[in-house]
């Protein structure tokens, strides 16, 4: 599967935006999809991911009650809605796809990567 990220920018503290990952060919709906991102001087971290079939979601702390993930196996399409972003919420964000579950939310363990999009909040 190959995926393209999008939907970054410059946002204020407290704004929202909306992330889309765009997958290619047949097989996005036997993927786990989720986010990670990367904060300069910062290792990639999960932020959140959604099962391939039940939709189950998983959130890191840090972004629950703020952050939505979802998918559209239909349009091979994946989205992340952002809202109340924190200026630490700043990073290039990178959609993954995982054939194995999100109980382990391991960087090294996903199967694909898309290209990431930068999010910058302004305090």
């Known amino acids: 599967v190959q995926l393209q990220a999008s939907g970054g920018g410059l946002v204020q503290t407290g704004g929202s935006l909306r992330l889309s990952c765009a997958a290619s060919?047949?097989?996005?709906?036997?993927?786990?999809m989720g986010w990670f991102r990367r904060a300069p001087g910062k290792e990639r971290e999960f932020v959140a991911g959604i099962s391939k079939h039940t939709q189950t979601t998983y959130y890191a702390d840090s972004v629950k009650a703020r952050f939505t993930i979802s998918r559209d196996n239909a349009n091979n399409t994946m989205f992340l809605q952002m809202n109340n972003l924190k200026p630490e919420d700043t990073a290039v964000y990178y959609c993954?796809?995982?054939?194995?579950?999100?109980?382990?939310?391991?960087?090294?363990?996903?199967?694909?990567w898309g290209q990431g999009t930068q999010v910058t909040v302004s305090s």
């Open positions: 993954a796809a995982k054939s194995a579950d999100w109980v382990r939310r391991r960087a090294a363990e996903v199967n694909a």
């Open positions: 060919g047949r097989t996005f709906r036997f993927y786990n």
